[in-house]
Each structure stands twice: as C-alpha cells, then as structure tokens.
C-alpha cells in the first residue's frame, strides 16, 4: 500500500511539472529522474513527493538549474586549444561558424562559448562569423538566459579578468556585453520532438543525456549527428559516454568527453534482380534485330499499350500487364472489351481525337487505384504515322508521375504553413512593439524555427531516397510471388487433369466428413456438379450410392483399424437410374508424416462377370 502511495505521488508531481512547466519525462530513465528529484529534495530538507509538490507550488523558483561559468575548465581548455583550430582550419575565413548548446539552461554554458570564441578570434570576427544556437525546454530559464544578467554568486569560474571584459556591473547584478550578447539565439526546444538545427561545427549537450533511456538517447544521437555538418564536434558531460554509437560519433578525447561525426556510407547499388532463364531469352534474342526491338519494348520502365487503326489491341508490355491486370490472351481482342478502355480514363473518345487532329493527347494527374495504394498517371496519347501519312494506330503510354504530384500536394502545404507562420509573425510584431526587449525575443524564436523548418526538409529528402529504394525492392518481391503464383497455378492443372483421366469416380473426403474433391467420373456415375457436393456432409448427399453402408469402412480407416485400403460392392443406381455393382475402395489420407488427413474413395463400376469397367 506504501509503494501504491509513493507511485500516485510520484505521477501527481511529474504531471504538475509537465502541466506548470512543459516537461515531459517520457523517455527518461526512472531511476536517474528519481535520483535527481530526491538529491533537490534534501537539499530543501523536505521529505515526500507530495510534501515537494507543495513545495514547488509555492516556491516556483526551485526549478531554475544554477550552472556555472566555464564548468570542469580542463575541457574548455581542451576546446580551446585543439577543437577551436581544428574548425577554422575547416572553414573559409569569410564562412559562418555554427555552435549549437542543447539544454543551456540559465545561459552560462552559451555565454561561456561566446567568451572563447571572441578571445579567440578577437570581438569583430566573432560578432561578424559567429552564431551561437541556445535551446532549452525551460521557458523561464530561457527569459534570464535572455536578460543575461548574474548574481555575483552564479559568476562562479570567472576570473576578474574575464569580468571586467565581458560583463558590465550594476549594484549587485553583472551583465554580458550587449554586442556579444546579440550572436547568441535562445529559443525553446524539445530534444525528441523537434527538428534538429543543422549545419552545426560544434554541438555541446552536457549531463543531459543521462537521464533518458538508451531507446531515447539513440533518437537524440541520430539527430544530432544529421545537425553536425561534416567534421563537426560533439561536447558531452562527465557521466555521458558513446560506447554503442561508434559507428556515428568517433572519439576525440575521452577524458573530456569530445566526439567527432562519423560519416554515414552511401546506399550501396541494389542489383536488378533478373532470372537465370530471362537472361537466356535476352541472350537467344540478341541477333535479331526485330526480336531485339520486341524485347526493348517489353522491358520498358512506361507501361505501355498499341492499338492498330480497328480498334484491337495489337501489343502491351511487361509494365502495363502487371499495373492494368492485362492478361496476355487480352491480345487481338477489340479495345472496347477490355476495362483498361475506360479505366483508370476514357481512351476510346482520346483514340477518337487523335485520329482527327493527328497529334498527341497527354491526360494528366489520372487517379489509378492499385492493391497496394492509390498512384497518379500522366497519359500520352500518340498517332502512329507511316511515312504515306497513313495512321497505323496508337501508342498509350502511361508515366507514374506520383511521386511529383505529392511534392507538390507538399510543396503547396508547406508554403500555406508559411504564410499562416508570417501572418502569425505579423500579429506577434503588433502585440510585442511595447519594448525592443521583447522584439528581440520573438525574431530570435523565428530564426530558431526557421532552421527547424529547413532541417525538416533535408530530412524529407532522406526518406523519400530511402522510400524509392524500398519501392524497388517491393517491385522484385511481386515478381517472385508472381513467378510462385503461375507454379501454383500449374500445379493445380496438372493435379486436375489426373483427377480427370481416371476411369473410376474418386471422392475425397476429410476428417469432418466433408467433400473435398469430387472428380469428373464421380459427376459422370451419380449425376451431381463438384459445386454442389464440395464443402458437404459426405453422408447427407443424396445420390444413387447407398452411402450409409460405407460408413462402417470410413470409420475403420479414419481410426487406422484396418492396416489396408477396405473394398466393399454395393449394389447403386446410377445417375442414368440403372442398376450397377459399384466396386469401393476406401484409402486413408496420410500426410507426409504418417498422419490422417482423410479418406479417398475410388468408385468403378463392374459389369454382371465381375469385371471392373
């Protein structure tokens, strides 16, 4: 009941932080989230989860995370000396350089980075090159990031040097130079929902990754890695480590916990996948000119159709017989029999006008539902003209055009997010022109979802390469299954024309007692269609066979009594209402593994000698 207790506690708070705060805890590991929040409790002397709710509630200041200036200085020192060469070495003198901070917090950590990059590079370059990106979930954390001014306690780790130079003092509170301040860009951001900023020479995510789980910090990992441009840097905290990422980040200094990017490989080419006997045909066909003109039609990547000048459909191709469901037989019927003539559009009327205007016809953005999903068609419609400018026929090729017209159904949604995000801008602008404080605030958060916006567009372009690449391998899987499909097909024929050629009526008959197969002869001897009796009751069917007495025998070899197949003569009446001698055999039904399956009984009719015939 006490753990009950402290698990209800435990949620309230966690929702009181979501609610109060925008923190959602999803993906963090409990025990570090737990470990966290109890080290906060007995540093305010207040015990229980509920009695720290209580607390939050009226002391709302808690929440803020104290930082400090130039946190563990050996790994600044570290930065400075070899990762800040490395990355002008890399660059242009004239090209940006880009610092991304996740989770800055109160802003000591972006404020730290601007002091090394403008002693560095001295104030005039770092203010011209320099942006430096600050992100955090905290939206009051962000507002005194963005007031940028300190207590003298919270300027721990600063010299009085580095004071005088970068901050100026106002009674008890310093404040970081306004010139440097202005490269810095605060702005609110979620680590596993939001885009990540791209292009970044140096990612700094310090004692944060610690507190989500592995699945989390796998989804954070990859998107820090696409917002390291290439050659870029990752900085972590002590208790962070890579160990199961090193195929994306490659360590730079352990000790201080400093990765590089890793770059991806590229996909490698995917072979065609072709049959042994289609590469033959290739091969035969190679010599002949005519032949080689046929192949190249079958083979083309348009689905492709030829109508002759009466209307019969003269050729089609590969493509078109696996996107339409044309059968080859389909060939030398007339056009006006077969659906592709008014589906997925209307050809006849199309053929119509291009015999009259003699020119092509394109029909465009055409819906065509297939099994899988629903794909749009830009139609070409051309006369095919002899040299004594006599019409032939037509040539209909079909053009998948699906993927542009959904950049564009994209493309088009895209720009009306645009425009409501500028006539949102507008309104905001209006609403906040009381102070250039608060100015500054907005047009900060828009350059922030600016890069979000346009990081979302590169990582759209990556899936749609990788959703093309899973199209061509969903195209080959269909032609196997297609391939298994016609040896199905045979192999059913060929069982069929067995049961076809015997002589006597064969029936079989499974477990439940039910018809399965009922064969040409069966019909011929009692006069019933293998639709009628098929699914059946083998002993309700009422025929000329006095089946009740084989009754006694099925049981026999259903229970395996009897070692052999059991014969028995039963005086019938055929379907012609003559009386015959019906010789019966009953055969158990076994599997491959000795097991019943059912019963096969062959039924032959013996003349008044005793031969079967």
């Known amino acids: 009941m006490e753990d009950l207790t402290t698990n209800i506690e435990i949620e309230a708070l966690l929702d009181y932080i979501k609610c109060s705060r925008g923190f959602d805890f999803t993906g963090y590991k409990r025990p570090s989230l737990l470990r966290r929040i109890n080290r906060e409790m007995q540093t305010v002397g207040v015990e229980g989860y509920g009695n720290y709710l209580d607390y939050l509630e009226v002391h ?150 610690m507190y989500f789980n592995a699945e989390t910090q796998t989804k954070i990992l990859t998107r820090f890695h696409f917002s390291l441009r290439e050659g870029g840097f990752l900085f972590l905290g002590k208790a962070e480590m890579l160990l199961s990422h090193t195929s994306t980040f490659a360590p730079v200094q352990l000790k201080h916990r400093i990765f590089s990017k890793v770059p991806r490989a590229t996909l490698p080419n995917r072979p065609v996948a072709t049959s042994q006997a289609a590469q033959n045909e290739v091969e035969r066909f190679l010599p002949s000119y005519t032949r080689l003109q046929e192949w190249a039609f079958e083979t083309a990547p348009l689905a492709r159709l030829l109508i002759d000048a009466s209307g019969f459909l003269a050729l089609v191709n590969d493509r078109a017989r696996s996107l339409f469901g044309i059968s080859p037989r389909d060939v030398g019927r007339p056009l006006q029999d077969l659906e592709i003539s008014y589906r997925p559009v209307e050809l006849r009327s199309c053929i119509e006008q291009v015999y009259i205007d003699r020119r092509s016809v394109t029909l465009c953005n055409v819906e065509w539902q297939t099994t899988r999903e629903l794909i749009y068609l830009d139609v070409q419609i051309t006369p095919l003209i002899d040299p004594a400018d006599n019409i032939l026929g037509v040539s209909v090729s079909f053009t998948d055009v699906t993927r542009y017209k959904r950049l564009q159904e994209e493309l088009e949604h895209s720009n009306q997010e645009l425009e409501m995000a500028y006539e949102e801008l507008q309104s905001t602008n209006e609403e906040l022109e009381t102070t250039n404080e608060e100015l500054q605030s907005s047009n900060e958060e828009l350059e922030t979802t600016n890069e979000e916006l346009q990081s979302t567009n590169e990582e759209l372009e990556t899936m749609n390469e990788e959703l093309q690449s899973t199209n061509e391998e969903l195209q080959t ?137």
Not at 100 to 106: E, K, L, P, Y
Not at 172 to 187: M, P
Request: glycine fraction near 6%.
């Open 60 to 209: 709302p200041e808690e929440f803020v995370q104290l930082t400090c200036f130039f946190r563990d200085r050996p790994a600044w020192d570290f930065i400075r000396s070899d990762i800040v060469p490395k990355i002008l070495a890399q660059k242009d003198p004239t090209e940006p350089i880009r610092i991304w901070t996740a989770g800055c917090a109160s802003g000591q950590e972006p404020y730290t980075i601007a002091m090394l990059r403008a002693e560095v590079l001295g104030v005039k370059t770092f203010r011209d090159r320099v942006k430096i990106y600050a992100t955090d979930m905290d939206e009051d954390a962000l507002n005194q990031a963005r007031h940028a001014s300190y207590s003298a306690h919270e300027m721990t780790g600063l010299s009085p040097e580095k004071i005088e130079q970068f901050f100026t003092q106002s009674d008890d509170r310093y404040t970081f130079r306004k010139d440097l301040r202005q490269s810095v860009i605060f702005g609110r951001h979620n680590l596993i929902q939001d885009a990540p900023i791209s292009r970044i020479d140096l990612l700094t995510c310090r004692n944060t990754l």
């Open 477 to 613: 899987v269909n032609e196997e299954l297609q391939r298994r499909s016609e040896e199905l097909n045979q192999s059913n024929a060929f069982l069929e024309s067995i049961l076809r050629s015997l002589k006597g009526g064969v029936v079989v008959i499974d477990l439940d007692l039910q018809v399965q197969i009922w064969n040409h002869k069966a019909e011929d001897f009692w006069g019933i269609r293998p639709e009628e009796v098929i699914g059946q009751n083998f002993f309700s069917l009422d025929i000329g066979l006095p089946v009740e007495q084989l009754r006694r025998p099925i049981r026999d070899c259903l229970l395996g009594l009897s070692a052999s197949a059991v014969e028995i003569v039963l005086t019938a009446i055929n379907r012609r209402g003559r009386s015959i001698e019906c010789y019966v055999t009953c055969t158990s039904l076994v599997n491959h593994e000795e097991a019943t399956q059912g019963i096969i009984l062959l039924m032959e009719e013996r003349d008044g000698e005793g031969a079967v015939s």
